[in-house]
């Protein structure tokens, strides 16, 4: 159980192209996804918390209008990388959970990950 | 906010040995994971585990919340352990997940 989808694996486009990463819990109700970037060597680097039926949350430094982020179901949510230019070529990896269950909150599962190359 | 640390950056194994990840973290946690990255980038969740002990084949983890740090124990490696191994704590009030620098694994046949 306890399946994170996220598609594509891979894009390459040009740059000024806007570019859209699904990330879906395939057996479970997600109210919480988060997208994080990973850059080379480097660790994971939370983005943005995006709840179900509500607006996401962005960290400081991450552009809102750059990254658009929809979670319009319990499975499913979206970031849009909006005109996309070479320094946005990164790897992007989500993941899903329940926070405040019953027992408390639920591990995070994540995502395969896409691989975003701007020429 | 808090920080999460870990130690060794850089490890290289004869295929057999065995090591020990570790991981500090500067305030209390509720929780917290360990994750595997693949060559593929795949994250794969090893351990979620806020107190205690877990064994899972090979790998075991403790982790001892009192004094901030959790261990990550891996007997007898293979070159398929090869990787980047991440802990990450759950901050509850938030559910985010703030992870550490990772230690990078080569296991070497």
């Known amino acids: 159980g306890a399946v994170v989808s996220q598609h594509p694996s891979r894009v390459i486009c040009k740059s000024g192209t806007s570019v859209k990463i699904e990330c879906r819990s395939l057996?479970?109700?997600?109210?919480?996804m988060f997208w994080y970037r990973q850059f080379p060597k480097q660790s994971l680097m939370l983005m943005a918390t995006s709840n179900e039926g509500s607006k996401a949350t962005y960290e400081q430094g991450v552009e809102k209008d750059k990254f658009l982020i929809n979670h319009a179901s319990l499975t499913l949510s979206t970031l849009t990388v909006t005109s996309a230019h070479p320094e946005d070529s990164s790897f992007y990896i989500c993941s899903a959970g329940r926070p405040f269950t019953g027992g408390g909150n639920q591990p995070q599962h994540f995502g395969d990950g896409t691989r975003l190359s701007i020429l | 906010g808090i920080q999460v640390e870990q130690s060794p950056p850089d490890l290289i194994l004869q295929e057999g040995a065995n090591s020990t990840l570790r991981c500090n973290f500067s305030d209390s946690v509720n929780n917290l994971q360990w994750f595997h990255q693949n060559p593929w980038g795949q994250l794969i969740n090893l351990f979620y585990i806020p107190s205690g002990t877990k064994q899972n084949g090979r790998l075991s983890a403790t982790t001892v919340a009192t004094e901030r740090y959790s261990l990550l124990y891996i007997s007898s490696s293979q070159t398929t352990d090869s990787g980047v191994y991440f802990c990450a704590v759950l901050m509850d009030s938030s559910y985010k997940l703030i992870f550490g620098s990772g230690t990078r694994l080569l296991v070497r046949p």
């Open positions: 057996d479970f109700q997600a109210t919480t």
